[in-house]
T-cell receptor
């Protein structure tokens, strides 16, 4: 089955700790994305990657970091510098940038 | 950045009713996508529609790029259509999302 997987579904962390969210796709897509969604709001772009070993900041990159060492994987690290990390995080991919995006099931992160 | 406004913010329908959701955007865009988010948070891509009209079953969408708006039509609504509908526009390789329209279909 082709698709995008995100793990874990729920994640709890203490304030001051870094945490890494996983995103894997087996769709052979070049482009991958990370979004953040807060309750009752739309999605906001954190980072995107057009191709392996390349990534660009989105609208709200502060306090986050990413890597793209493999085509299939685009992990997101939420660092202790992110002031309000509690949110729903969604990963997406597309065959290339500017094409239709497909989303994973998301990870709900709670930091206390 | 581009502003994306969706209306109405909330919509309550009786099963079998038809409805129209609207998306206005503030600048020219390369493409426009409509998504449905179910109550568990999963987003499904409904349409990739930079211009023109497309249909997929009971759903159809029209984008008039020159006038900077898009419409999503739901016909003969079913309870499974409930959820949040998002419009997203792409400019400079980035998708900007509207705040969504929450649709509740009652049996």
């Amino acid at each position: 089955d082709g698709g995008i997987t995100q793990s874990p579904k729920y994640l709890f962390r203490k304030e001051g700790q870094n945490v890494t969210l996983s995103c894997e796709q087996n769709l052979n897509h070049d482009a991958m994305y990370w979004y953040r969604q807060d309750p009752g709001q739309g999605l906001r772009l954190i980072y995107y990657s057009q191709i392996v070993n390349d990534f660009q900041k989105g609208d709200i990159a502060e306090g986050y970091s990413v890597s793209r060492e493999k085509k299939e994987s685009f992990p997101l690290t939420v660092t202790s510098a992110q002031k309000n990390p509690t949110a729903f995080y969604l990963c997406a991919s597309s065959i290339e940038v500017r094409y239709e995006q497909y989303f994973g099931p998301g990870t709900r992160l709670t930091v206390t | 950045g581009i502003q994306v406004e969706q209306s109405p913010p909330d919509l309550i329908l009786q099963e079998g009713a038809n409805s129209t959701l609207r998306c206005n955007f503030s600048d020219s865009v390369n493409n426009l996508q409509w998504f449905h988010q179910n109550p568990w948070g999963q987003l499904i891509n409904l349409f990739y529609i930079p211009s023109g009209t497309k249909q997929n079953g009971r759903l159809s969408a029209t984008t008039v790029a020159t006038e900077r708006y898009s419409l999503l039509y739901i016909s003969s609504s079913q309870t499974t259509d409930s959820g949040v509908y998002f419009c997203a526009v792409e400019n400079d390789y980035k998708l900007s999302f509207g705040a969504g329209t929450t649709v509740t279909v009652r049996a």
